[in-house]
């Protein structure tokens, strides 16, 4: 005799074998692990003074990331003494959110973390 729902008023239960019901439980959970969705995280890297050519084709890639659906992680990495040029690093991540805009919405604005400045960027949903 196994209980199926003992919140029920009065409690629901069925006789079945106990091992058909606990396979077919974890067989209900795996259907509806892989329904959920999955989230992937894609990286794109700046040194603080990226040149033009670099910064629109890491862009580039970036738009095609927030296409997929990927959420995009947007990263200045500060080598050495470069670390004084955080606010050209800030510049560059906002200048970089500020045209994906119609492509993504930025999460969580450039933070510095250590010798790294993250910003993230969450893909807009595709009306359907």
């Not at 959920?36 to 040149?51: L, S």
């Not at 790294?116 to 969450?122: E, H, L, S, T, V």
């Amino acid at each position: 005799m196994v209980e199926i729902s003992p919140k029920a008023v009065p409690p629901v239960c069925k006789i079945i074998d106990y091992k058909k019901f606990l396979y077919e439980q974890k067989k209900r959970e795996k259907a509806l692990k892989s329904k959920a969705t999955k989230v992937t995280v894609k990286e794109i890297r700046f040194g603080p003074q990226t040149d033009e050519h670099d910064y629109e084709f890491k862009k580039k890639h970036a738009v095609k990331f927030l296409k997929e659906g990927a959420k995009l992680k947007a990263f200045v990495f500060f080598k050495g003494r470069s670390i004084i040029f955080k606010e050209q690093g800030q510049i560059l991540l906002l200048k970089l959110a500020q045209e994906l805009e119609e492509f993504g919405k930025v999460e969580q604005l450039p933070k510095l973390e250590g010798k790294r400045m993250i910003m993230f960027i969450a893909p807009k949903k595709v009306g359907k």
